[in-house]
């Protein structure tokens, strides 16, 4: 069993998953934010790897993406620093990154690597579900990696059933069609939280996108196992010069 | 007939191992819907009635097919230009604008975006969205507004709303994360008229569809004036390759036709500042679809550079990349100053001002030897009203 369907066995409401930017705010605040997440309470851990076209965010989450790609990140320099987290940290850890880098270095060394370092899932928001079958799908289960897909409220039951069975580790519902980072309204989104509720899904449902304080959050994870929280945070992060404080502040606020 | 592994795609949307749809499942629906629909529509007689009579008397097509007498002399063979730059709006833009508003419209969309970079695209979307009463949001980097101002203000003429893109490198590449990002943030009223042969399948099918009347033309046209309607080389410059795609697509499973695309070399294609994608790029997803795309070593997207704003992307359609990779199709590449140049030469030869993009086109031709019989069609894809600063600053003006 996987780190993070362990997670989900042990824990299955209120579960906190937490984005951040590798290499945001500074190259080496990575593995600090990452430890100050695992101390303040958080449950899961998805570090995205910067890329300078990154379609599915707003721009915070851009704009983040940027400063780390000045400070010199890439999927290298990542994997160099989470070569002994797991020394540190035993919260579960996805990569959340886009496929052109991921091409670049190699999607099967890229596989491996990250397996190596102790990473747990992938969340790849452009790789669709053709190639993830035919091309992708087998390298990523060689390496034991899960893989979680995204759904919103405008995909339809039947495929929502069909990208079910494809996810491991449990399945992103966005709670809108909409890039990261807008306000979204909590009425509308626990409609289509129950609607998925009823689909007696095989993974456990996080909620992503809009998720900002406590009442979000709790709201958001009414109808589901939990909530992602990424803008939230990475504002959070903006301008702190101590990132394990300004990390342990904002998860506090928020549980 | 013969097979088609050149013009049309897989299912999946693939020229060869290019393609594709790579995209987030927040347009999974739009584009699904496109791809479940567009044949149909773009095959109804209902549509094909409203598109051609709309393109012989709105485009104003078909554009004419003009020996160039003393070009040819120049090169010492028979050259003719196939005069997109005569079309309403001044480029081949507004043959794939128009048909994509149609398509929109019986799709039931309220609202357009498109992206721009040299304007044109942006102009032709416009446009037809003020022939159609429907609103009109253009994405347009911040660097391509200063350097494109006449276009700018005839955008707004027009009624379209232009939103700078301020992120990343503040270009087209930036304008189209812009546009895509508009289309998932509105997902049920909203068609994205893409302004090239890229972004995810269908739509370098789609956009190729309707550029097609360009070869379309050329093979009748070139019938009646030579009895053939094959020639012997077609030219055209690539950005993201749509006048290219228009200009080889009747041709492509034609193995006697040679097809030369020119991309924009920039300072020199080792220059770092350049835009020449097959010289320098390397297979990775870009704007959700798998081709050839000029990034760094960690897989970043890196910023192209070329006097002409419609050339200036770090990427080109997957049916060019698959033409380059398999061989099928001639890449060669101009530089700034050979564009430039060559758009004087026209100029005077011919008494025809051409767009810096077609201008690259013109630049090839110095680099292929031809024979005397040969018969060599270039699309002459924009007119140069709009690169007059560009062409002022040349002569010192
Ligand atoms: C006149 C003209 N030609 C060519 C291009 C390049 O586009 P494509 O390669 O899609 O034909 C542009 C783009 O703005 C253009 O305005």
Redesign the pocket.
Known sequence: MSRIQELFKKKNKQVLNVYVTAGYPQLNSTVTIMQALQNSGADLIELGMPYSDPLADGPVIQASSTIALQNGMTIRKLFEQLKDMRSSVQLPVILMGYMNPILQYGFEKFCADAAAMGVDGLILPDLPEFEFENEYGPIIKKYKLDFIFLVTPETTPERVKRLDALSTGFLYAVSSSSTTGKDQNMGGVSAYLQRLQAMELKNPVLVGFGIKDKASFDAASEFANGAIIGTAFIRALDGATDVSAATEQFIRSVK | MSTTIYQKPDAQGYYGQFGGAYIPEMLHRNVEELRNQYKQIIGSKDFRDEYQSLLRDYVGRPTPLYHAVRLSAQFNTNIYLKR??LCHT????LNNALGQILLALRLGKKRIIAE??????GVATATVCALKGIECIVYMGEKDIQRQAPNVARMKMLGATVIPATSGSKTLKDATNEAIRDWINNPNDTHYII???VGPHPYPDMVASF?SVISEEIRKQLKEKTGSELPTHVF??????????GTFYHFTEEGSVKLVAVEAAGHGVDSGMSAATTRLGKPGVLHGSKSLVMQTEDGQVVEPHSI????D?PGI?PMHANLFTSGRGTFLSATDEEAVRAAFNLTQQEGIIP?L??SHALAGLHQVSFKKDDVVVLCL???GD?DMATYMQAMGL
Not at chain 2, 90 to 93: A, D, I, L, N, R
Not at chain 2, 236 to 245: E, K, Q, R, Y
């Open positions: 997109e730059d001044g480029s081949h833009k721009t970079g040299a304007g044109q695209h302004g090239s042969v550029q055209a410059c690539v950005g993201g390759g749509s006048n290219a795609a002409s704003a419609g050339l992307y359609g767009a993009e077609s894809s924009g007119r709009k």
